[in-house]
């Protein structure tokens, strides 16, 4: 019995997929603070408090906020992987970031795209948090291994 128990973990850790993160820039969030965005904050990382969790590269703007984020790191990994909130939860797509437009809400941190005149952040405020968000969740779960 305890040999098919280490072998049905060894089995399924071997056959799971891993999240597809976007990580432009070599790091989540362009390489912006996530913690500092719980502050209300889009602050650039700097290159000498970093770390990596589950496989990605964080940068922190101080040695306070590194120390934050390892304390509790899966508190201040962005939703649907970093990947523009609003694009998943409308399209099921993984869409880039402009890492200044966010939203921390129910102590969940959103990303969003916004170049060309389209925030959609503001569109994801207008069409109602909770519905898209539940959309966006439905959808990430079908999408978050692909690349």
Known sequence: MKTLLVFLVFTSSFFAQNIDYNVKKGYIA??????AYFDHKAIEGDNAYTTTFDGVKYKFSSKANLETFTKNPKKYVPQYGGYCAYAVALKGDKIGINP????????????????????????????GHK???EKA??????IKTSK
């Open 131 to 133: 519905t898209l968000q």
């Open 100 to 127: 200044k437009s966010f939203l921390v809400k129910d102590d969940k941190l959103y990303l969003f795209y916004n170049a060309w005149g389209t925030n959609t952040l503001e569109s994801w405020q207008e069409n």
């Open 30 to 35: 362009h390489g912006y603070d996530v913690v």
């Open 137 to 142: 969740d439905k959808n990430w779960t079908n």
